[in-house]
T-cell receptor, first 112, second 114 residues
Framework: DAKTTQPTSMDCAEGRAANLPCNHSTISGNEYVYWYRQIHSQGPQYIIHGLKNNETNEMASLIITEDRKSSTLILPHATLRDTAVYYCIVRVGNNAGNMLTFGGGTRLMVKP | DTGVSQDPRHKITKRGQNVTFRCDPISEHNRLYWYRQTLGQGPEFLTYFQNEAQLEKSRLLSDRFSAERPKGSFSTLEIQRTEQGDSAMYLC????????????FGPGTRLLVL
């Protein structure tokens, strides 16, 4: 699976949009971009994933560049409860038994 | 709550003791994964099952570690002769094969070896 690069940490004001970038310049055509987050002392929580097109769900939006070499996770109105470590992962979808390879993630601090 | 449960949530043991953790996946999920997470790091893959078959093991899974999923439902992870370096969060995730196989994680079991 392709390696990802994320900033180590970011701050965001409560109520503002949080934009978390991820670089995955070696991504292959059949690899999806997944985002998980981990709130302190809890298990990782699935947020969203996508292949080529932008995706949106009740939690977030995922914007993938046309060349697929980078993506941005957008939390439209960050709250204090969004403070967490956010992991960007690329992996082959529809592949038997493909484990998730986590990097260091981005520690997002939402401030009042 | 993702529907994946783990027990116990916390375990403190003395070096050299054996410990066993349990994971109950989402009921219709036939694939089950174990990960380990040490402080300040992302989770690392240990092993995974499809139904009752253990299909892949990481080199992190030393011979003191054993995992089972006897009936293709819940799974157990046992660590024999625990060492201080085994102190970590042990995470379980499950998914249903076919489709895009999003993995859903349990709350984890935090192990402290004294």
């Amino acid at each position: 699976d392709a390696k990802t690069t994320q900033p180590t940490s970011m701050d965001c004001a409560e109520g503002r949009a949080a934009n978390l970038p991820c670089n995955h310049s070696t991504i292959s055509g059949n690899e999806y971009v997944y985002w998980y987050r981990q709130i302190h002392s809890q298990g990782p929580q699935y947020i969203i994933h996508g292949l080529k097109n932008n995706e949106t769900n009740e939690m977030a939006s995922l914007i993938i560049t046309e060349d697929r070499k980078s993506s941005t996770l957008i939390l439209p109105h960050a709250t204090l409860r969004d403070t967490a470590v956010y992991y960007c992962i690329v992996r082959v979808g529809n592949n038997a038994g493909n484990m998730l390879t986590f990097g260091g993630g981005t520690r997002l601090m939402v401030k009042p | 709550d993702t529907g994946v449960s783990q027990d116990p949530r916390h375990k403190i043991t003395k070096r050299g003791q054996n410990v066993t953790f349990r994971c109950d996946p989402i009921s219709e999920h036939n694939r089950l994964y174990w990960y380990r997470q040490t402080l300040g790091q992302g989770p690392e893959f240990l092993t995974y099952f499809q139904n009752e078959a253990q299909l892949e093991k990481s080199r992190l899974l030393s011979d003191r570690f054993s995992a089972e999923r006897p009936k293709g439902s819940f799974s157990t992870l046992e660590i024999q002769r625990t060492e201080q370096g085994d102190s970590a969060m042990y995470l379980c995730a499950s998914t249903k094969s076919g489709g895009q196989e999003t993995q859903y994680f349990g709350p984890g079991t935090r192990l402290l070896v004294l």
